[in-house]
Protein backbone atom coordinates (compact mmCIF):
# COMPACT_ATOMS: atom_id res chain seq x y z
CA UNK A 1 0.00 0.00 0.00
CA UNK A 2 1.35 3.13 -1.24
CA UNK A 3 0.52 6.59 0.76
CA UNK A 4 -0.11 8.45 -2.67
CA UNK A 5 -0.74 7.67 -6.59
CA UNK A 6 -0.74 9.93 -9.05
CA UNK A 7 -2.55 8.90 -11.79
CA UNK A 8 -2.85 9.88 -15.57
CA UNK A 9 -0.46 12.93 -15.57
CA UNK A 10 2.25 12.72 -18.22
CA UNK A 11 5.51 12.81 -16.28
CA UNK A 12 8.73 14.62 -16.99
CA UNK A 13 10.68 11.90 -16.19
CA UNK A 14 14.53 11.84 -17.28
CA UNK A 15 14.02 9.61 -20.04
CA UNK A 16 11.37 12.43 -21.17
CA UNK A 17 7.63 12.86 -20.90
CA UNK A 18 5.82 9.61 -20.30
CA UNK A 19 2.04 8.54 -18.93
CA UNK A 20 2.25 6.94 -16.17
CA UNK A 21 1.13 6.30 -12.37
CA UNK A 22 3.79 7.68 -9.54
CA UNK A 23 3.28 6.03 -6.16
CA UNK A 24 5.18 8.01 -3.33
CA UNK A 25 5.79 5.94 0.38
CA UNK A 26 7.12 7.95 3.07
CA UNK A 27 7.87 11.24 0.87
CA UNK A 28 9.90 9.64 -1.85
CA UNK A 29 9.11 8.52 -5.40
CA UNK A 30 8.45 4.40 -4.66
CA UNK A 31 7.09 3.37 -7.62
CA UNK A 32 6.42 4.11 -11.59
CA UNK A 33 3.59 2.43 -13.18
CA UNK A 34 1.87 2.14 -16.43
CA UNK A 35 -1.25 4.05 -16.21
CA UNK A 36 -3.29 1.40 -16.72
CA UNK A 37 -2.24 -0.79 -13.67
CA UNK A 38 -4.01 -1.01 -10.54
CA UNK A 39 -1.68 0.57 -7.45
CA UNK A 40 -3.52 0.40 -4.14
CA UNK A 41 -2.70 3.74 -2.10
CA UNK A 42 -4.23 5.76 0.18
CA UNK A 43 -4.56 8.75 -1.59
CA UNK A 44 -5.69 9.24 -5.20
CA UNK A 45 -4.76 12.31 -7.27
CA UNK A 46 -6.11 12.20 -10.72
CA UNK A 47 -4.00 14.35 -13.13
CA UNK A 48 -5.66 13.84 -16.32
CA UNK A 49 -4.68 16.73 -18.96
CA UNK A 50 -1.76 17.79 -16.72
CA UNK A 51 1.90 18.06 -16.99
CA UNK A 52 3.89 16.82 -14.08
CA UNK A 53 7.49 18.34 -13.60
CA UNK A 54 10.28 17.20 -11.01
CA UNK A 55 9.27 20.49 -8.43
CA UNK A 56 11.40 23.21 -9.43
CA UNK A 57 14.99 23.63 -7.80
CA UNK A 58 15.14 27.95 -8.14
CA UNK A 59 19.20 28.38 -8.31
CA UNK A 60 19.07 32.13 -7.20
CA UNK A 61 16.13 33.22 -4.36
CA UNK A 62 16.76 36.03 -2.62
CA UNK A 63 13.43 36.03 -0.50
CA UNK A 64 15.13 37.20 2.47
CA UNK A 65 16.05 40.32 0.91
CA UNK A 66 13.06 42.21 1.70
CA UNK A 67 10.91 39.49 3.52
CA UNK A 68 11.28 36.47 4.90
CA UNK A 69 11.23 32.12 4.36
CA UNK A 70 7.74 32.56 5.51
CA UNK A 71 6.27 35.05 2.26
CA UNK A 72 9.30 33.51 -0.09
CA UNK A 73 8.71 29.88 0.44
CA UNK A 74 4.59 30.16 -0.06
CA UNK A 75 5.84 32.26 -2.91
CA UNK A 76 7.89 29.31 -4.31
CA UNK A 77 5.00 26.67 -3.70
CA UNK A 78 2.32 28.55 -5.48
CA UNK A 79 4.61 28.92 -9.04
CA UNK A 80 5.57 24.84 -7.74
CA UNK A 81 8.96 25.17 -7.17
CA UNK A 82 10.23 22.91 -4.05
CA UNK A 83 13.58 23.65 -3.01
CA UNK A 84 14.82 27.60 -2.55
CA UNK A 85 18.57 28.05 -3.11
CA UNK A 86 18.65 31.34 -1.11
CA UNK A 87 21.61 33.96 -1.29
CA UNK A 88 23.83 34.89 1.37
CA UNK A 89 22.82 38.50 1.47
CA UNK A 90 19.32 39.63 3.21
CA UNK A 91 18.20 43.14 3.54
CA UNK A 92 18.00 43.05 7.53
CA UNK A 93 19.77 40.15 8.15
CA UNK A 94 23.37 39.21 8.87
CA UNK A 95 24.83 37.89 5.82
CA UNK A 96 25.68 34.36 5.89
CA UNK A 97 29.62 34.26 6.49
CA UNK A 98 29.82 31.86 9.37
CA UNK A 99 28.27 28.76 10.62
CA UNK A 100 26.41 31.13 13.57
CA UNK A 101 24.29 32.84 10.94
CA UNK A 102 24.28 29.83 9.21
CA UNK A 103 21.93 28.31 11.91
CA UNK A 104 19.91 30.61 12.24
CA UNK A 105 18.78 30.52 8.18
CA UNK A 106 18.41 26.99 9.40
CA UNK A 107 16.01 27.56 12.40
CA UNK A 108 14.17 29.75 10.10
CA UNK A 109 13.55 27.34 7.42
CA UNK A 110 12.17 25.08 9.89
CA UNK A 111 9.90 27.63 11.56
CA UNK A 112 8.68 29.12 8.34
CA UNK A 113 8.96 27.83 5.20
CA UNK A 114 6.68 25.37 3.20
CA UNK A 115 9.36 24.44 0.62
CA UNK A 116 12.85 22.73 1.19
CA UNK A 117 15.89 25.15 0.59
CA UNK A 118 19.84 25.00 0.39
CA UNK A 119 21.53 28.19 1.23
CA UNK A 120 24.85 29.50 -0.74
CA UNK A 121 27.51 30.66 2.16
CA UNK A 122 28.98 34.12 1.62
CA UNK A 123 32.79 34.54 1.46
CA UNK A 124 34.85 38.46 2.10
CA UNK A 125 38.62 38.14 -0.13
CA UNK A 126 40.57 37.80 2.38
CA UNK A 127 38.66 36.55 5.15
CA UNK A 128 38.95 32.65 4.09
CA UNK A 129 38.83 30.91 7.50
CA UNK A 130 35.04 30.29 7.58
CA UNK A 131 34.74 28.12 4.41
CA UNK A 132 35.53 24.69 5.86
CA UNK A 133 32.86 25.21 8.68
CA UNK A 134 30.74 26.26 6.01
CA UNK A 135 31.31 23.17 4.01
CA UNK A 136 30.78 20.77 6.51
CA UNK A 137 27.50 22.16 7.47
CA UNK A 138 26.54 21.69 3.82
CA UNK A 139 26.64 25.37 1.69
CA UNK A 140 25.14 24.54 -1.93
CA UNK A 141 28.29 27.21 -2.91
CA UNK A 142 29.65 30.53 -2.62
CA UNK A 143 28.36 33.32 -3.47
CA UNK A 144 30.97 36.35 -4.81
CA UNK A 145 30.60 39.76 -6.67
CA UNK A 146 33.06 40.57 -9.53
CA UNK A 147 31.90 43.95 -9.32
CA UNK A 148 30.79 46.75 -6.30
CA UNK A 149 28.25 44.69 -3.84
CA UNK A 150 28.62 47.23 -1.08
CA UNK A 151 28.97 45.95 2.80
CA UNK A 152 28.76 42.85 1.29
CA UNK A 153 32.36 43.28 -0.77
CA UNK A 154 33.61 41.96 -3.47
CA UNK A 155 36.99 40.29 -5.29
CA UNK A 156 39.71 41.78 -7.49
CA UNK A 157 42.35 39.58 -9.23
CA UNK A 158 44.62 38.17 -6.28
CA UNK A 159 41.84 37.90 -3.53
CA UNK A 160 39.81 35.56 -6.27
CA UNK A 161 42.85 33.61 -7.18
CA UNK A 162 43.46 32.96 -3.17
CA UNK A 163 39.63 31.84 -2.87
CA UNK A 164 39.55 29.23 -6.09
CA UNK A 165 42.77 27.42 -4.79
CA UNK A 166 40.81 27.39 -1.47
CA UNK A 167 37.67 26.58 -2.85
CA UNK A 168 39.65 23.49 -5.23
CA UNK A 169 40.77 22.26 -1.71
CA UNK A 170 37.31 22.03 -0.01
CA UNK A 171 35.54 21.12 -3.50
CA UNK A 172 32.98 23.57 -3.28
CA UNK A 173 31.52 25.90 -5.92
CA UNK A 174 32.20 29.65 -6.45
CA UNK A 175 29.24 31.29 -7.56
CA UNK A 176 30.10 34.85 -9.23
CA UNK A 177 27.93 38.00 -10.18
CA UNK A 178 30.32 39.06 -13.15
CA UNK A 179 30.25 41.67 -14.16
CA UNK A 180 33.57 44.44 -14.29
CA UNK A 181 33.44 46.93 -12.19
CA UNK A 182 35.14 50.04 -14.34
CA UNK A 183 33.21 49.41 -16.92
CA UNK A 184 30.03 49.57 -15.47
CA UNK A 185 30.96 52.68 -13.38
CA UNK A 186 32.05 54.73 -16.31
CA UNK A 187 29.25 53.22 -18.80
CA UNK A 188 27.09 54.53 -16.15
CA UNK A 189 28.41 57.92 -15.50
CA UNK A 190 28.37 58.29 -19.49
CA UNK A 191 24.08 57.28 -19.00
CA UNK A 192 23.83 60.01 -15.85
CA UNK A 193 25.98 62.79 -17.72
CA UNK A 194 23.77 62.72 -20.90
CA UNK A 195 20.85 62.71 -18.11
CA UNK A 196 19.38 59.17 -19.76
CA UNK A 197 16.94 57.57 -17.53
CA UNK A 198 16.10 53.46 -17.01
CA UNK A 199 16.57 53.92 -21.41
CA UNK A 200 20.26 54.06 -20.23
CA UNK A 201 20.09 50.71 -18.46
CA UNK A 202 21.66 48.66 -20.63
CA UNK A 203 24.06 50.50 -22.07
CA UNK A 204 25.16 51.34 -18.61
CA UNK A 205 26.18 48.07 -17.61
CA UNK A 206 26.82 46.48 -21.22
CA UNK A 207 27.54 42.60 -22.39
CA UNK A 208 31.10 43.37 -22.57
CA UNK A 209 31.17 44.00 -18.68
CA UNK A 210 29.89 40.71 -18.53
CA UNK A 211 32.44 38.86 -20.86
CA UNK A 212 35.57 40.55 -19.84
CA UNK A 213 34.47 39.45 -15.94
CA UNK A 214 33.47 36.14 -16.78
CA UNK A 215 36.76 35.87 -18.84
CA UNK A 216 38.99 36.54 -15.80
CA UNK A 217 37.32 34.20 -13.41
CA UNK A 218 36.93 31.28 -15.93
CA UNK A 219 40.57 32.42 -16.49
CA UNK A 220 41.52 32.11 -12.96
CA UNK A 221 39.25 28.67 -12.50
CA UNK A 222 40.91 26.90 -15.14
CA UNK A 223 44.57 27.39 -13.56
CA UNK A 224 43.45 26.65 -10.10
CA UNK A 225 41.08 23.52 -11.23
CA UNK A 226 38.09 25.29 -9.02
CA UNK A 227 34.44 25.14 -9.76
CA UNK A 228 32.29 27.77 -11.06
CA UNK A 229 29.31 29.08 -11.59
CA UNK A 230 28.23 32.22 -13.44
CA UNK A 231 24.86 33.89 -12.03
CA UNK A 232 22.45 35.51 -14.05
CA UNK A 233 23.51 35.95 -16.98
CA UNK A 234 21.86 38.12 -19.76
CA UNK A 235 22.99 37.46 -22.97
CA UNK A 236 24.01 34.40 -26.10
CA UNK A 237 27.57 36.14 -25.93
CA UNK A 238 28.64 35.65 -22.54
CA UNK A 239 26.92 31.65 -22.79
CA UNK A 240 29.76 31.44 -26.19
CA UNK A 241 32.46 32.66 -23.35
CA UNK A 242 31.29 29.99 -21.06
CA UNK A 243 31.13 27.05 -23.39
CA UNK A 244 34.70 28.22 -24.97
CA UNK A 245 35.97 27.40 -21.56
CA UNK A 246 33.83 24.34 -20.65
CA UNK A 247 35.79 22.74 -23.92
CA UNK A 248 38.84 23.43 -22.37
CA UNK A 249 38.18 21.35 -19.70
CA UNK A 250 36.68 23.78 -16.89
CA UNK A 251 33.74 22.97 -14.61
CA UNK A 252 31.67 26.07 -14.88
CA UNK A 253 27.63 26.50 -14.72
CA UNK A 254 25.55 28.77 -16.90
CA UNK A 255 22.73 30.18 -14.67
CA UNK A 256 20.14 32.73 -16.32
CA UNK A 257 17.03 34.52 -15.11
CA UNK A 258 13.16 34.42 -16.57
CA UNK A 259 13.37 38.66 -16.49
CA UNK A 260 16.03 38.14 -19.64
CA UNK A 261 13.98 35.92 -21.33
CA UNK A 262 10.42 37.47 -20.90
CA UNK A 263 11.22 40.87 -20.89
CA UNK A 264 13.28 43.22 -23.07
CA UNK A 265 15.00 46.97 -22.63
CA UNK A 266 11.47 48.60 -23.56
CA UNK A 267 9.64 46.87 -20.44
CA UNK A 268 12.50 48.67 -18.56
CA UNK A 269 11.61 51.88 -20.48
CA UNK A 270 8.46 51.62 -19.35
CA UNK A 271 8.41 50.10 -15.87
CA UNK A 272 11.13 52.25 -14.74
CA UNK A 273 13.17 51.01 -11.08
CA UNK A 274 10.93 48.42 -10.97
CA UNK A 275 12.26 46.36 -13.75
CA UNK A 276 15.73 47.28 -13.16
CA UNK A 277 18.43 44.75 -12.26
CA UNK A 278 22.35 44.03 -12.40
CA UNK A 279 23.18 42.75 -15.36
CA UNK A 280 20.37 44.45 -16.83
CA UNK A 281 17.79 43.43 -19.52
CA UNK A 282 18.95 43.79 -22.70
CA UNK A 283 17.12 44.37 -25.91
CA UNK A 284 14.58 41.86 -27.59
CA UNK A 285 17.48 40.88 -30.20
CA UNK A 286 19.24 39.54 -27.31
CA UNK A 287 16.70 37.88 -25.54
CA UNK A 288 15.93 36.03 -28.83
CA UNK A 289 19.53 34.56 -29.03
CA UNK A 290 19.30 33.66 -25.53
CA UNK A 291 16.44 31.41 -25.84
CA UNK A 292 18.52 29.97 -28.75
CA UNK A 293 20.72 29.51 -26.20
CA UNK A 294 18.67 27.97 -23.49
CA UNK A 295 16.88 25.50 -26.37
CA UNK A 296 20.10 24.50 -27.50
CA UNK A 297 21.41 23.49 -23.73
CA UNK A 298 24.19 26.05 -23.24
CA UNK A 299 22.08 27.26 -20.16
CA UNK A 300 22.27 24.86 -17.60
CA UNK A 301 19.67 26.35 -15.14
CA UNK A 302 17.48 29.30 -14.04
CA UNK A 303 17.77 31.28 -11.28
CA UNK A 304 14.55 33.71 -10.33
CA UNK A 305 17.23 36.46 -8.41
CA UNK A 306 13.63 37.35 -6.65
CA UNK A 307 13.64 40.26 -4.70
CA UNK A 308 10.50 42.03 -3.30
CA UNK A 309 11.61 45.76 -2.85
CA UNK A 310 8.70 47.78 -1.72
CA UNK A 311 7.32 50.87 -4.13
CA UNK A 312 8.74 53.32 -1.37
CA UNK A 313 12.25 51.13 -1.66
CA UNK A 314 12.16 51.95 -5.78
CA UNK A 315 10.86 55.12 -5.67
CA UNK A 316 13.30 57.11 -3.28
CA UNK A 317 15.79 57.96 -5.41
CA UNK A 318 16.34 58.60 -9.22
CA UNK A 319 16.33 55.50 -11.28
CA UNK A 320 19.86 55.07 -10.88
CA UNK A 321 19.87 55.09 -6.96
CA UNK A 322 17.18 52.57 -6.71
CA UNK A 323 17.77 48.83 -5.65
CA UNK A 324 18.21 46.41 -8.17
CA UNK A 325 15.65 43.43 -8.31
CA UNK A 326 11.87 42.15 -8.56
CA UNK A 327 9.89 39.37 -7.81
CA UNK A 328 9.27 36.50 -10.12
CA UNK A 329 9.87 33.61 -8.44
CA UNK A 330 6.40 32.00 -8.83
CA UNK A 331 6.26 33.05 -12.82
CA UNK A 332 9.76 30.55 -13.40
CA UNK A 333 7.55 27.42 -14.77
CA UNK A 334 4.50 29.13 -16.10
CA UNK A 335 7.03 31.70 -17.63
CA UNK A 336 9.32 29.07 -19.41
CA UNK A 337 5.98 27.00 -20.50
CA UNK A 338 4.46 30.04 -21.74
CA UNK A 339 7.23 31.47 -23.85
CA UNK A 340 9.46 28.93 -24.29
CA UNK A 341 7.37 25.66 -24.72
CA UNK A 342 4.35 27.38 -26.32
CA UNK A 343 6.38 29.72 -28.45
CA UNK A 344 10.04 28.80 -28.96
CA UNK A 345 10.03 24.95 -29.14
CA UNK A 346 12.05 24.57 -25.73
CA UNK A 347 10.98 20.61 -25.04
CA UNK A 348 9.51 19.50 -21.40
CA UNK A 349 12.66 17.67 -21.02
CA UNK A 350 15.03 20.73 -21.09
CA UNK A 351 12.38 22.58 -18.66
CA UNK A 352 12.99 19.91 -16.12
CA UNK A 353 17.09 19.60 -16.59
CA UNK A 354 17.30 24.03 -16.43
CA UNK A 355 15.12 24.04 -13.40
CA UNK A 356 15.29 20.93 -11.76
CA UNK A 357 17.84 17.90 -12.24
CA UNK A 358 20.80 20.41 -13.63
CA UNK A 359 20.73 22.78 -10.30
CA UNK A 360 20.27 19.11 -8.03
CA UNK A 361 23.23 17.64 -9.75
CA UNK A 362 25.78 21.20 -9.73
CA UNK A 363 24.86 21.81 -6.06
CA UNK A 364 25.09 18.68 -4.84
CA UNK A 365 21.19 17.75 -3.88
CA UNK A 366 20.86 15.35 -6.27
CA UNK A 367 21.18 12.58 -3.89
CA UNK A 368 17.53 13.38 -2.68
CA UNK A 369 16.23 15.98 -5.42
CA UNK A 370 15.83 17.39 -9.14
CA UNK A 371 14.10 14.53 -10.75
CA UNK A 372 11.15 11.88 -11.02
CA UNK A 373 12.74 8.82 -10.06
CA UNK A 374 12.72 6.14 -7.60
CA UNK A 375 13.66 6.90 -4.26
CA UNK A 376 14.02 10.83 -4.86
CA UNK A 377 12.01 12.79 -2.46
CA UNK A 378 8.23 13.33 -4.06
CA UNK A 379 8.68 16.71 -4.94
CA UNK A 380 6.17 17.98 -7.94
CA UNK A 381 5.05 20.52 -9.86
CA UNK A 382 1.65 19.86 -11.29
CA UNK A 383 1.34 22.27 -14.61
CA UNK A 384 -2.34 22.67 -15.98
CA UNK A 385 -1.23 23.42 -19.78
CA UNK A 386 -4.97 24.19 -20.55
CA UNK A 387 -4.97 27.65 -17.84
CA UNK A 388 -4.53 30.52 -19.38
CA UNK A 389 -4.46 33.38 -16.49
CA UNK A 390 -3.68 37.44 -16.24
CA UNK A 391 -0.82 37.55 -13.49
CA UNK A 392 -1.09 40.26 -10.79
CA UNK A 393 0.68 40.90 -7.59
CA UNK A 394 -2.13 41.27 -5.70
CA UNK A 395 -2.58 37.85 -5.60
CA UNK A 396 0.70 36.36 -4.75
CA UNK A 397 2.19 36.08 -1.42
CA UNK A 398 4.52 39.14 -2.20
CA UNK A 399 6.13 40.96 0.70
CA UNK A 400 5.42 44.20 -1.35
CA UNK A 401 2.02 43.64 -3.85
CA UNK A 402 3.12 46.72 -5.90
CA UNK A 403 1.47 46.85 -9.22
CA UNK A 404 4.68 48.62 -10.58
CA UNK A 405 6.42 45.21 -10.78
CA UNK A 406 6.93 44.19 -14.98
CA UNK A 407 4.74 41.63 -15.00
CA UNK A 408 1.68 42.88 -13.73
CA UNK A 409 -1.11 42.25 -16.10
CA UNK A 410 0.82 39.54 -18.07
CA UNK A 411 -1.55 36.88 -19.67
CA UNK A 412 0.34 33.28 -19.23
CA UNK A 413 -0.27 29.75 -20.62
CA UNK A 414 -0.20 27.24 -18.08
CA UNK A 415 -0.70 27.72 -14.11
CA UNK A 416 0.62 25.88 -11.62
CA UNK A 417 -2.30 23.36 -9.89
CA UNK A 418 -0.77 22.05 -7.45
CA UNK A 419 2.88 21.38 -5.64
CA UNK A 420 4.19 18.58 -3.67
CA UNK A 421 7.21 18.83 -1.13
CA UNK A 422 8.24 15.60 0.17
CA UNK A 423 4.93 13.85 -1.29
CA UNK A 424 2.87 16.45 0.99
CA UNK A 425 0.30 18.44 -1.02
CA UNK A 426 1.22 22.43 -0.36
CA UNK A 427 -0.52 24.11 -2.84
CA UNK A 428 -3.46 23.26 -4.30
CA UNK A 429 -5.40 26.13 -6.80
CA UNK A 430 -4.05 29.05 -5.15
CA UNK A 431 -4.28 27.65 -1.64
CA UNK A 432 -1.52 26.85 1.08
CA UNK A 433 -2.36 24.10 2.63
CA UNK A 434 0.48 23.58 5.40
CA UNK A 435 1.43 25.54 7.90
CA UNK A 436 5.01 25.02 8.04
CA UNK A 437 6.75 21.62 6.53
CA UNK A 438 10.18 23.19 5.02
CA UNK A 439 13.64 21.31 5.62
CA UNK A 440 16.93 22.63 5.17
CA UNK A 441 19.10 20.45 2.36
CA UNK A 442 22.34 20.28 2.69
CA UNK A 443 24.51 19.92 -0.32
CA UNK A 444 26.42 16.39 -0.35
CA UNK A 445 29.47 15.65 -2.52
ZN1 LIG B 1 21.08 37.85 -7.08
Redesign the pocket.
Given at each position: MFDLLMKNGLAVTPSGPRKLSIAVRDGKIAGLFDPESQVPAREVFDFTGKIIFPGLIDS?A?VTYCGDFFSGSRTAASGGVTTLVE?PQSGHLPSVFDKGVLSGRIASIHEESVVDCALYGGVRAGQLEHIEELVKAGVAAF?VFLSDAGDYGSFDDASLLTLLQSSHRYHCLVAA?AESQPICAMETKRMTDAQKGAEGNSGSRPVISEILAVTRLCTLALHEHARVSI??ISSRQVAGVIQEFRQKGLQVYAETCPHYLLLNSDDVARHGAWAKCAPPIRSQKTVNSLWESVCEGEIDMI?S?H?TYSDAQKSAGSFWSAPG?FPGLDLILPGLYDEGVCRRGLSLSRLAQITASNPARIFGLDYCKGSIEIGKDADFAILDPAVRWEFHASDTFYDTKSPHYPYEGRIFQGKVDSTFVRGKQVWQKGKILVNRHGRYVPSCR
Amino acid sequence: MFDLLMKNGLAVTPSGPRKLSIAVRDGKIAGLFDPESQVPAREVFDFTGKIIFPGLIDSHAHVTYCGDFFSGSRTAASGGVTTLVEMPQSGHLPSVFDKGVLSGRIASIHEESVVDCALYGGVRAGQLEHIEELVKAGVAAFKVFLSDAGDYGSFDDASLLTLLQSSHRYHCLVAAHAESQPICAMETKRMTDAQKGAEGNSGSRPVISEILAVTRLCTLALHEHARVSICHISSRQVAGVIQEFRQKGLQVYAETCPHYLLLNSDDVARHGAWAKCAPPIRSQKTVNSLWESVCEGEIDMIGSDHATYSDAQKSAGSFWSAPGGFPGLDLILPGLYDEGVCRRGLSLSRLAQITASNPARIFGLDYCKGSIEIGKDADFAILDPAVRWEFHASDTFYDTKSPHYPYEGRIFQGKVDSTFVRGKQVWQKGKILVNRHGRYVPSCR
